[in-house]
């Protein structure tokens, strides 16, 4: 399937459809906090995992340096 004829597809997904109709309502202060201490734990944990991948290949070249 073409990525242009997926697109219009899925455009016409029933769920997008009715997304047009959704009321706009404010949020509120709770799920705005949420939201952003989600996104927070989001980089926090990318960046915890950069850390583990380079720890890790320092680890593996020293091992292949000490030809265990």
Known sequence: MHEKSSQLLYAEH???QNAKKAPNVPLGETVKARLKQFSVMNKLKK???R?????????CLLLSCMDL
């Open 14 to 16: 029933p769920w997008l």
């Open 47 to 49: 960046r915890a995992l």
């Open 51 to 59: 850390v583990l991948i380079q720890i890790t290949v320092v680890v």
